[in-house]
């Protein structure tokens, strides 16, 4: 009776091409673009239930670059900006306008985003095409207060096409798939190296 067996540097091959695969998916949409949100939140200070308002923009502009090795696209996040008014129902109550900006020069995961700018820190994730989760954390009179916003893509970034309605380079960082030219690579060589005894 025939079997089909793999050598050694077969085994090695296929294990390269599984760890190819990322274990979860990228969401697959770059983080570039302008982002609106806007909502209110209940918070604890001090034992004492407050609400917090926030609403405002975020643009991030970012270079896109194109990698053969993994045949995507990689996006390196150059500059973030938010603006917005925020106001915390204390007594007094405390409103404030904010204008935070940073160059970044930081490659982007497809997955998290986060950044510190002037004591605030925002973390977004992007969950579809046009929706991301922002958490911002500031410190407002003296306190640090987390709230979670959902936040809407009101434009791509420049650098970024979406004439025909998923953008030029639709799919970037969208895990792993047997079609692509790396796949191809890695099993291949596995016609090559197998025997039959």
């Given at each position: 009776?025939?079997?089909?067996?793999?050598?050694?540097?077969?085994?090695?091959?296929?294990?390269?091409?599984?760890?190819?695969?990322?274990?979860?998916?990228?969401?697959?949409?770059?983080?570039?673009?302008?982002?609106?949100?806007?909502?209110?939140?209940?918070?604890?200070?001090?034992?004492?239930?407050?609400?917090?308002?926030?609403?405002?923009?975020?643009?991030?502009?970012?270079?896109?670059?194109?990698?053969?090795?993994?045949?995507?696209?990689?996006?390196?996040?150059?500059?973030?900006?938010?603006?917005?008014?925020?106001?915390?129902?204390?007594?007094?109550?405390?409103?404030?306008?904010?204008?935070?900006?940073?160059?970044?020069?930081?490659?982007?995961?497809?997955?998290?985003?986060?950044?510190?700018?002037?004591?605030?820190?925002?973390?977004?994730?992007?969950?579809?095409?046009?929706?991301?989760?922002?958490?911002?954390?500031?410190?407002?009179?003296?306190?640090?207060?987390?709230?979670?916003?959902?936040?809407?893509?009101?434009?791509?970034?420049?650098?970024w096409d979406?004439?025909?309605?998923?953008?030029?380079?639709?799919?970037?960082?969208?895990?792993?798939?047997?079609?692509?030219?790396l796949s191809?690579?890695?099993?291949?060589?596995?016609?090559?190296?197998?025997?039959?005894?």
């Amino acid at each position: 009776m025939k079997r089909l067996a793999f050598s050694l540097p077969a085994l090695v091959l296929l294990f390269l091409f599984l760890s190819a695969c990322p274990a979860s998916a990228y969401s697959g949409y770059p983080l570039g673009g302008v982002w609106e949100y806007s909502g209110t939140v209940t918070v604890t200070i001090d034992g004492k239930q407050a609400v917090l308002r926030d609403s405002g923009r975020i643009t991030i502009d970012s270079g896109y670059s194109y990698d053969w090795w993994s045949d995507d696209f990689d996006e390196k996040i150059r500059t973030f900006g938010a603006k917005g008014t925020f106001s915390l129902s204390l007594s007094p109550e405390i409103r404030e306008d904010y204008n935070h900006f940073r160059q970044v020069y930081q490659w982007y995961n497809f997955r998290s985003f986060e950044i510190s700018v002037d004591d605030a820190l925002y973390f977004m994730e992007v969950t579809g095409r046009t929706r991301a989760d922002l958490k911002i954390t500031r410190t407002i009179g003296g306190r640090r207060v987390s709230a979670v916003f959902s936040a809407v893509r009101i434009r791509w970034d420049e650098d970024w096409d979406d004439d025909y309605g998923d953008g030029l380079f639709f799919g970037v960082g969208g895990g792993c798939s047997t079609g692509t030219r790396l796949s191809v690579f890695f099993l291949l060589p596995l016609l090559f190296l197998s025997r039959k005894k």
